[in-house]
């Protein structure tokens, strides 16, 4: 860890402060010591910053690493490499691993293993709601949150029975916890692998009804209406869902909501060609929702931007539509993409767009960070917003490189990321010096 690291000129943008100016952040043993113009860089590493964005980390509440028992797909050190590619310094993994992260021994394990073998992104795991993730008996939520995580989720599987839902809803409350919860009814879904609608029909695809993910959206709601709690939304994908947390917000319920990068820039127009990078759960929607949840950002319907980052071995991907795993890798790919779609077209401020990514997740979710505040870890993102860049994903840290952004153009790149004050990217070296 740097001592004392200037870094000098840069356009800093702190939304949890309401900062946007050209000037210094000064570092002092890992923490953030002053936030102003002329910061005397006397026995200091300087960090020229002149032309790049400086902000808070981006911290992602929703992502898999897959490990333990699936690090063919990714692991810890693979999987804090890409986040540090993509500018995270705060990761929430979900716990579909194998075994089930649902007791606090494999709690422990996750956050020893990122100490001793991650790239210094912070990782925060979310316990499972159910033991197995099978909606049958709660899962060990106390000492869980004992070992250390920060929410419950049985993502990937929904909670279908509601009563347990309401259940383990009222215990975690007692250990500051709340749900996040995969909306979507199986039954609904039966064989679907797409969207339903145009699209699916012209391809000859089974669909999915949107009423899959809205109808278990209206059940959060309610059961959370009900009694009082906390609850949230993961990777809201119908413009039904943002019209539901909408009027939900309006009634004054404990709601909060995510969407992610690949269901405001893409759509289903684009699993054309049987694309099968383009399979994800909930399935890539109509345009009509990408603009409605954009819309739902700029309100404030939509809270936050996680990434849902899931990556999947190539051989998952090399089948039949149908056959194809569900997931995109989304780490090193999520800024250039939410750039592009959303401040590049207008929709958003950059300040905004980051705000999303950093300072909000770590409010809903209690985390350290999303701020450049005096105290604060130097947990900080360098950014071009400006550069233009083609995804390569042969090029990933990820050991995942399923995603249907590959070669594409962006506009927006990563050029630096410090975790406590010290580089753990350096997209050039420039910054590592």
Known sequence: MEDRTLIRGGRVIDPANDVDRVCDVLIERGRIAAVGEGLPAEGARVIDAAGRVVAPGFVDMHCHLRDPGLEY?????????????????????????????????????????????????????????????????????????????????????PVANSNLFRLAMQYADRFGLFILSHSEDKSLVADGVMNEG???????????????????????????????????????????????????KARGVRVSAETTPHYIAATDEW??????????????????????????????????????????????????????????????????????????????????????????????????????AVGEAADIVLLDPDAEITVDASRFASKGKNTPFDGKPYVGKVCATLAGGRVIYDEEGAYAG
């Open 271 to 372: 699993v054309e060609g049987y694309d099968t990078r383009c399979r994800v759960n909930p399935p890539l929607r109509e345009e009509a929702d990408r603009l409605a949840l954009i819309e739902g950002l700029r309100d404030g319907t939509i809270d936050a931007i996680a990434t849902d980052h899931a990556p999947h071995h190539a051989d998952e991907k090399r089948v039949e539509f149908a056959l194809a795993a569900s997931g995109i890798s989304g780490f090193e790919t999520a800024f250039s993409v939410c750039n592009t779609a959303l401040v590049r077209s207008g929709a958003m401020t950059l300040s905004q767009m980051i705000e999303k990514m950093s300072a909000v997740p770590a409010r809903l979710l209690s985390l350290p960070g999303g701020s450049l």
């Open 73 to 157: 797909k990714e692991d810890i050190g693979s999987g804090t490499r890409a986040a540090a590619r993509g500018g995270f310094t705060s990761v929430c993994c979900m716990p579909n691993t194998r075994p089930v992260n649902d007791c606090a021994a494999v709690t422990r394990y996750i956050i020893e293993k990122a100490a001793t073998q991650g790239s210094g992104v912070h990782v925060y795991p979310i316990g499972a709601v159910s033991k197995g993730l099978q909606g049958v008996e709660m899962a060990e939520i106390g000492r869980m949150r004992e070992a250390g995580i920060v929410g419950i989720s049985d993502d990937g599987s």
């Open 198 to 248: 145009l699209v699916s029909t012209r391809l000859g695809l089974p669909g999915i009804t949107r009423a899959a993910e809205e109808v278990m959206i209206a059940r959060d709601i309610l059961v959370a209406e009900a009694e009082g709690k906390r609850v949230h939304l993961c990777h809201v994908s119908t413009r039904g869902g943002v019209q539901l947390v909408r009027e939900a």
